[in-house]
């Protein structure tokens, strides 16, 4: 389908989006087009004012707008138990189930040697200099289910566990609601090694 040079380049943008495909971009580019004006002005603001706005917490690397960002400088969380995630989307993740009060630590990725991804790419130093500064107690490494996830939960672990901080790492099993019989091989062996005694 033909379009004006400039859907055609709004659709070019968006598809560059994550997540987003040519029929996705053209959809949402249409869509934009039909939204009152004011409406695309505010969209294309809060782009360039959260872009303008937002930085890297200087202690854990999550996004904020203020450095340190809020969760660093809140004397009420557990300062004495610091969760390692991936990405930022991570702690909003965490902080939307309402059921964690410690601090984070954002290593933005995760070990991946085909992608060539060494330790030197992620948030490590910053993180073992942190631990040598904050009375740190527990180290909850909280990396997705994944190879790379599993690799790099591996590797922080090898580094913290000779320093004698507690290392754990969050459960990965079954989802609720799910039926054994569909899960794979990996899922269930995680659910069995995350087993727990029933009280």
Same mark, same amino acid.
């Given at each position: 389908?033909?379009?004006?040079?400039?859907?055609?380049?709004?659709?070019?943008?968006?598809?560059?989006l994550p997540g987003i495909g040519p029929k996705t971009a053209q959809k949402l580019a249409l869509y934009? #087009?039909?939204?009152? +004006?004011?409406?695309? @002005?505010?969209?294309? !603001?809060?782009?360039?004012?959260?872009?303008?706005? $937002?930085?890297?917490?200087?202690?854990?690397?999550?996004?904020?707008?203020?450095?340190?960002?809020?969760?660093?400088?809140?004397?009420?969380r557990n300062h004495r138990l610091l969760m390692v995630v991936e990405e930022a989307k991570d702690v909003a993740a965490m902080?939307?189930?309402?059921?964690?009060?410690?601090?984070?630590?954002?290593?933005?990725?995760?070990?991946?040697?085909?992608?060539?991804?060494?330790?030197?790419? #992620?948030?490590?130093? +910053?993180?073992?200099? @942190?631990?040598?500064? !904050?009375?740190?107690?527990?180290?909850?490494?909280? $990396?997705?289910?994944?190879?790379?996830?599993?690799?790099?939960?591996?590797?922080?672990?090898?580094?913290?566990?000779?320093?004698?901080?507690?290392?754990?790492?969050?459960?990965?099993?079954?989802?609720?609601?799910?039926?054994?019989?569909?899960?794979?091989?990996?899922?269930?062996?995680?659910?069995?090694?995350?087993?727990?005694?029933?009280?």
């Amino acid at each position: 389908m033909y379009f004006a040079e400039p859907v055609a380049k709004l659709i070019e943008h968006l598809a560059k989006l994550p997540g987003i495909g040519p029929k996705t971009a053209q959809k949402l580019a249409l869509y934009l #087009l039909e939204i009152p +004006e004011e409406e695309a @002005r505010a969209l294309a !603001e809060a782009i360039i004012t959260a872009r303008k706005n $937002t930085r890297y917490c200087s202690i854990c690397f999550n996004l904020t707008d203020t450095d340190p960002c809020a969760i660093c400088r809140n004397p009420g969380r557990n300062h004495r138990l610091l969760m390692v995630v991936e990405e930022a989307k991570d702690v909003a993740a965490m902080e939307r189930t309402g059921s964690f009060n410690g601090i984070y630590h954002v290593l933005h990725g995760v070990l991946s040697p085909i992608k060539g991804i060494g330790p030197e790419d #992620l948030k490590v130093r +910053e993180l073992l200099l @942190r631990l040598s500064r !904050e009375p740190v107690e527990e180290i909850i490494i909280a $990396t997705n289910p994944t190879v790379e996830g599993e690799a790099t939960a591996m590797y922080l672990a090898s580094l913290l566990k000779p320093l004698n901080f507690k290392v754990t790492r969050i459960a990965h099993g079954l989802p609720v609601g799910s039926d054994i019989e569909y899960a794979d091989e990996l899922t269930i062996r995680k659910a069995l090694e995350g087993r727990r005694v029933l009280e």
